[in-house]
């Protein structure tokens, strides 16, 4: 990244897709069932069982054969010795003479020779004889063996997101652990000696970190294992010692703070001598940025801007792809939706404009409110608002009934 000419300022696109080129994918084994949800597969799961897995009772009822019961009917029951009771994991008989009825529970193997089952309510449920008053089907009320899935079959292929429906189907069928990408482990560092842990009491010029958990909540939500390192005052060398000290735990690093033409600019200060690149992006807000690679591990780190709403837009264009790269998980970007404008919004020539809005459904479709201000320290705003109108760089003014292009920030993709 150093290449890159720091007084140029960088499209958000070529900013990306820098970032994007120099991430790569953590390597795949094997986790359990729960780690793996929400991450891609990396494998086909293929069944190695059959499900059913053997032929079984639908219903509590009788085992019976076919023959011996079809021509029970109302006024002209029949009359059967019960053999034996079969629960589902309980054992009991595996086979049934002709002319004979085992009781059998929903879930319980069918004992060989008998093809059907018939349900109590049929029954007088007699326990040394049973009275049958009415006839099943031949095989009804029987799960046949390989009904659901073969042996062989792909349960869930690669690239698959394991939902719950997946997670419980392979391990139905066995499995208790599948080939997925790591969550990639994130680590959040706040800087500035104006900020407060949430909770404690402020001086005059102090404010509360709301941005360590901003990030650390959008990364967790992006599917990151995340340490909320909190605060770290505007000091390189205690910025650099906090840095190194988590750079063991980490797969990416995010900072927030110190990246712009202050005094106190700790981050710029303390990275760019390592070959950080720090420079300019063509979007609003959040066109301070860095990006590069720190430590032994070559850990990438991204040093975001302050302001609370920059650092959040800055996530969610450059942090948020890179940690979906890391597990695997397409599109890296999330897609853009079309809406209506509902009221006009100007934008600065040449930088890309990312509009807190609220988007929603009426009568004539989707619709973008825009919400608030365009200041990039309006938290309250950005709270409100549920997507991003993405206004092109070229694009000054939009006008209201527009179609414009909207990032739905709580949607998943
Ligand atoms: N002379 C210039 N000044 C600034 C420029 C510029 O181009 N020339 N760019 C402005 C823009 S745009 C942004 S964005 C900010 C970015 O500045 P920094 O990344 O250095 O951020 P700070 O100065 O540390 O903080 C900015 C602002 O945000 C508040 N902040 C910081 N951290 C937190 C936190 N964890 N929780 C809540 N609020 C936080 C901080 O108190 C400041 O108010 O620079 C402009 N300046
Ligand atoms: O770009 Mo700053 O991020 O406008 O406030």
């Given at each position: 990244m150093a290449d890159a000419p720091p007084d140029r300022l960088l499209s958000v696109d070529e900013h990306r897709d820098r970032i994007l080129a120099s991430i790569r994918s953590l390597t795949d084994f094997p986790q359990p069932l729960m780690e793996a949800l929400g991450l891609p597969l990396v494998e086909d799961v293929v069944a190695e069982v059959a499900l059913p897995s053997f032929d079984n009772s639908a219903m509590d009822g009788y085992a019976v054969r076919h023959a011996d019961v079809a021509a029970a009917g109302e006024g002209s029951p029949v009359h059967l010795p019960v053999v034996g009771e079969i629960g589902a994991g309980q054992g009991g008989p595996t086979q049934l003479a002709p002319g004979t009825a085992a009781k059998i529970m929903t879930g319980a193997p069918v004992p060989a020779g008998a093809d059907s089952v018939v349900p109590y309510e049929w029954t007088d449920r007699g326990a040394e004889t049973v009275r049958i008053?009415?006839?099943p089907a031949p095989g009804q009320h029987i799960r046949p063996e390989g009904d659901d899935v073969?042996?062989?079959?792909?349960l869930v292929s690669a690239g698959t997101v394991l939902g719950p429906r997946h997670l419980g189907l392979i391990a139905a069928a066995g499995r208790a652990t599948v080939r997925a990408r790591p969550r990639p482990r994130v680590v959040v560092l706040s800087t500035g000696s104006e900020l407060r842990d949430p909770g404690s009491a402020l001086d005059a010029d102090s404010i509360y970190d709301g941005n360590s958990f901003l990030l650390a909540a959008a990364a967790r939500r992006a599917g990151a294992i995340v340490y909320r390192v909190g605060i770290v005052p505007d000091h390189p060398g205690e910025f650099l010692d906090a840095l190194e000290d988590q750079l063991s735990r980490a797969d990416l690093v995010v900072t927030s703070g110190g990246v712009s033409q202050g005094d106190f600019d700790v981050v710029k200060a303390a990275l760019a001598p390592l070959g950080v690149w720090f420079g300019g992006i063509r979007m609003q807000p959040g066109k301070p940025q860095g990006f590069g690679h720190v430590g032994e591990?070559?850990?990438?780190?991204?040093?975001?801007?302050?302001?609370?709403?920059s650092s959040y837009v800055s996530f969610e264009q450059f942090v948020l792809p890179a940690i979906r790269k890391m597990m695997g998980r397409t599109p890296?970007?999330?897609?853009?939706?079309?809406?209506?404008?509902?009221?006009?919004?100007?934008?600065?020539?040449?930088?890309?404009?990312?509009?807190?809005?609220e988007v929603g459904v009426d009568a004539s479709g989707v619709y973008a409110a825009p919400v608030g201000g365009h200041g990039s320290h309006l938290?309250?705003?950005?709270?409100?608002?549920?997507?991003?109108?993405?206004?092109?760089?070229?694009?000054?003014?939009?006008?209201?009934?527009?179609?414009?292009?909207?990032?739905?920030l709580d949607e998943e993709f």
């Amino acid at each position: 990244m150093a290449d890159a000419p720091p007084d140029r300022l960088l499209s958000v696109d070529e900013h990306r897709d820098r970032i994007l080129a120099s991430i790569r994918s953590l390597t795949d084994f094997p986790q359990p069932l729960m780690e793996a949800l929400g991450l891609p597969l990396v494998e086909d799961v293929v069944a190695e069982v059959a499900l059913p897995s053997f032929d079984n009772s639908a219903m509590d009822g009788y085992a019976v054969r076919h023959a011996d019961v079809a021509a029970a009917g109302e006024g002209s029951p029949v009359h059967l010795p019960v053999v034996g009771e079969i629960g589902a994991g309980q054992g009991g008989p595996t086979q049934l003479a002709p002319g004979t009825a085992a009781k059998i529970m929903t879930g319980a193997p069918v004992p060989a020779g008998a093809d059907s089952v018939v349900p109590y309510e049929w029954t007088d449920r007699g326990a040394e004889t049973v009275r049958i008053d009415r006839a099943p089907a031949p095989g009804q009320h029987i799960r046949p063996e390989g009904d659901d899935v073969a042996v062989g079959d792909v349960l869930v292929s690669a690239g698959t997101v394991l939902g719950p429906r997946h997670l419980g189907l392979i391990a139905a069928a066995g499995r208790a652990t599948v080939r997925a990408r790591p969550r990639p482990r994130v680590v959040v560092l706040s800087t500035g000696s104006e900020l407060r842990d949430p909770g404690s009491a402020l001086d005059a010029d102090s404010i509360y970190d709301g941005n360590s958990f901003l990030l650390a909540a959008a990364a967790r939500r992006a599917g990151a294992i995340v340490y909320r390192v909190g605060i770290v005052p505007d000091h390189p060398g205690e910025f650099l010692d906090a840095l190194e000290d988590q750079l063991s735990r980490a797969d990416l690093v995010v900072t927030s703070g110190g990246v712009s033409q202050g005094d106190f600019d700790v981050v710029k200060a303390a990275l760019a001598p390592l070959g950080v690149w720090f420079g300019g992006i063509r979007m609003q807000p959040g066109k301070p940025q860095g990006f590069g690679h720190v430590g032994e591990r070559q850990i990438p780190i991204f040093t975001l801007p302050g302001n609370p709403v920059s650092s959040y837009v800055s996530f969610e264009q450059f942090v948020l792809p890179a940690i979906r790269k890391m597990m695997g998980r397409t599109p890296y970007v999330r897609p853009t939706v079309a809406a209506r404008l509902t009221r006009a919004i100007s934008s600065p020539e040449g930088r890309r404009q990312m509009v807190r809005a609220e988007v929603g459904v009426d009568a004539s479709g989707v619709y973008a409110a825009p919400v608030g201000g365009h200041g990039s320290h309006l938290i309250g705003d950005l709270a409100s608002s549920n997507a991003l109108v993405v206004v092109p760089d070229d694009v000054t003014e939009v006008a209201a009934g527009e179609q414009v292009q909207v990032l739905r920030l709580d949607e998943e993709f």
